[in-house]
């Protein structure tokens, strides 16, 4: 089966409000993987925001500690991002990955496989 992840749940919301990001993961064995979700606003380089391992520990960047919950339903092969407190410094374009090698998913960085992301805009 070909690995395909696929994002939803982007939207426009205001500053304070919720999103619940959604990524199927199409061909991947999350006993395999670690999960995670990044961003890239617009202008910036993109950023890691948060990471579940295989054993279902997770890590967050510190600007989305406490309003940020990354889960995924191994069951519905679907990794989650519930965003609460949302402010117009959290939007960007959020994108889902997946990776292999544990050197890369404890730095929260050069993950090998990408989605095609869904755009998050908070207003102020």
């Known amino acids: 089966q070909a690995q395909l992840l696929v994002e939803s749940g982007g939207g426009s919301v205001q500053s304070g409000g919720s999103l619940r990001l959604s990524c199927v993961a199409y061909?991947?064995?999350?006993?395999?993987?670690?999960m995670g979700w990044f961003r890239q606003a617009p202008g910036k380089e993109r950023e890691g925001v948060a990471v579940i391992d295989s054993d279902g520990s997770t890590r967050y960047a510190d600007s989305v500690k406490g309003r940020f919950t990354i889960s995924q339903d191994n069951a519905k092969n679907t990794l989650y991002l519930q965003m609460n407190s949302l402010n117009p410094e959290d939007t960007g374009m959020y994108y889902c990955a997946a990776e292999v090698f544990q050197d890369r998913c404890r730095a929260m960085n050069h993950f090998g496989y990408w989605g095609q992301g869904t755009e998050v805009t908070v207003s102020s």
């Open positions: 061909g991947y064995t999350y006993s395999n993987y670690c």
